[in-house]
């Protein structure tokens, strides 16, 4: 599978990849973005997402994880999903870091995103409100939920 740097702390891999995805998920992408070249439109998608991804990455100087970028239609599908998630059109990434008080100083900081904003809350070795994980997409205007 075709490699790059999308912008210069994340590469088209990580997207494809997700560090939450199981391994099926995984060979569903790859089949899914080889087909009619279906990688070009979406490396050319997932570029603002990163845009804004890049930002977060420079100001806290953290390693961000995505968990979970680009998902193929037939992976929604076989998870009893609708297949109209963001991330399927490559506009939406789901990313954690290591560091919690610094995912909530991300979090704060992404209120007046004008895309989709969500966070999964999780309770954590006894710690409530833990973000498990932030999910940003630029679907072009404000969207907000909870998982
Ligand atoms: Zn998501």
Redesign the pocket.
Known sequence: MVNFQITPNFTFHEFIFGTNLPLVAIEMNIKALCDSKHYETIAESCRPVFCELQRIRKKYNVPIYIT?GYRCYDWELFRKRSGTSK?VEGI?V?FQCEDQLIMNKIWEDLQGWKGGLAAKFVTKKGVRNVISFI?IDTRGEKARWMY
């Open positions: 979970s991330h939406a789901d999910h």
